[in-house]
């Protein structure tokens, strides 16, 4: 039995932490007008966040692993990618901090004998009812994807085949598979909606698609494991993060060129990168390093490094620029860091391996 003198201050300071800490964040975010969607990779389902108040206000069951998910133009679907390709273990990392494979395979490598092909595929979400309404068939196993500028097409990386898929939503038909590079990850439509890229892990491959012809129109490499792409709108200019290397690549997105890497604090594992929506500040979630690293868009500085929660994956800003979420996998939870003072001031609890985040404006 725990009484008030084995408590002493420290205890009772640990008692009173997460009221203070609970009280503090739903103040802060009052009047925040949206939901952010959270994708949780082992437990198979959504958590849904209600960001007035910083509470779980649905968890929607969806399919197999879980990962990349988007909101239509309009808000009112949300799309999430599905896998029966089963999870692999981290690789163990060697004295300098860099994955030590095994017979060619990575963290996101997969025993495919194993795999689930029927669980493959797009989860459609109706936002209003919190509920998921289908499935689109996008070939074999789909990790990340983008959407149209029109929000009619969606652009997918078919990890385990090597391609990039398209598929008209109204029909559910894919129209168009592009061959690509080894293990394709990351994928992101440009700001003008003229072509989507597609970066590819295990080379540093990095393919560029015109949205007219679905013909490959750029290639070139970055160094390994180039997670994600995000742009620096109206400028031609891209950043794509290269998890091994800890770098961020800056790339020319008129000649389909790297401009300048950046070499980004020791320990990082960049994975997901955000451009501020006032385009003036670049956000890259580190992964193993439990952090954030923020940069100025234009001179590439590094301006501050936020401590979130553990392996920080996914990473969203709001739309009014004075939030950020991570999605952290191992801890299970969401960390919100408040942007004007680069300081995290709260984390909600999700499902299990949080994966993907995505900002979705209330419909009710």
Not at 142 to 155: A, I, V
Not at 164 to 189: F, N, R
Not at 241 to 249: A, K, V
Not at 270 to 288: E, L, T
Request: net charge negative.
């Amino acid at each position: 039995m725990i009484t008030s003198n084995h408590l002493g201050r420290f205890g009772l300071a640990v008692l009173l932490a997460p009221i203070a800490w609970s009280t503090v964040s739903a103040q802060t975010l009052a009047g925040q007008n949206y939901q952010i969607f959270v994708s949780n990779e082992k437990s198979g389902d959504v958590t849904v966040i209600d960001a007035s108040d910083s509470k779980v206000v649905a968890t929607i069951p969806v399919g197999k692993r879980p990962r990349g998910i988007q909101v239509s133009p309009d808000g009112a679907t949300v799309y999430v990618a599905m896998s029966g390709t089963p999870i692999a273990p981290p690789p163990k990392l060697d004295a300098q901090g860099n994955p030590i494979f095994q017979r060619g395979k990575d963290d996101d490598d997969d025993d495919t004998a194993h795999a689930d092909k029927s669980a493959d595929g797009i989860g459609v979400i109706n936002v209003a009812q919190r509920k998921l309404t289908g499935k689109l068939n996008v070939g074999s196993d789909p990790e990340e994807f983008s959407l149209s500028k029109s929000g009619t097409e969606l652009y997918i990386s078919n990890e385990d085949v090597k391609a990039a898929s398209v598929i008209d939503i109204a029909s559910g038909k894919v129209t168009h598979i592009i061959p690509v590079g080894q293990e394709p990850e990351g994928v992101g439509t440009a700001p003008d909606g003229k072509s989507f890229y597609v970066t590819c892990e295990s080379g540093g491959d990095i393919y560029v698609v015109d949205t007219s012809s679905f013909k490959t129109v750029g290639h070139f490499t970055v160094p390994p494991r180039p997670r994600s792409i995000d742009f620096l709108p109206g400028k031609g200019i891209g950043f794509i993060p290269s998890e091994s290397t800890g770098l961020l690549n800056v790339i020319d997105t008129v000649h389909y060129a790297v401009l300048k890497t950046v070499t980004l604090p020791p320990g990082s594992r960049p994975v997901r990168v955000r451009v501020a929506p006032n385009g003036q500040k670049i956000y890259i979630s580190n992964g193993r390093a439990g952090t954030v690293s923020v940069l100025d868009s234009h001179t590439y500085e590094l301006l501050d490094t936020i401590k979130v929660g553990t392996r920080p994956w996914g990473l969203v800003i709001s739309p009014d620029g004075k939030y950020l979420y991570t999605a952290n996998g191992p801890s299970n939870d969401v960390s919100i860091v408040d942007l004007q003072t680069d300081k995290e001031i709260a984390r909600i609890p999700a499902g299990q391996s949080p994966w993907g985040i995505v900002i979705v404006p209330n419909q009710r």
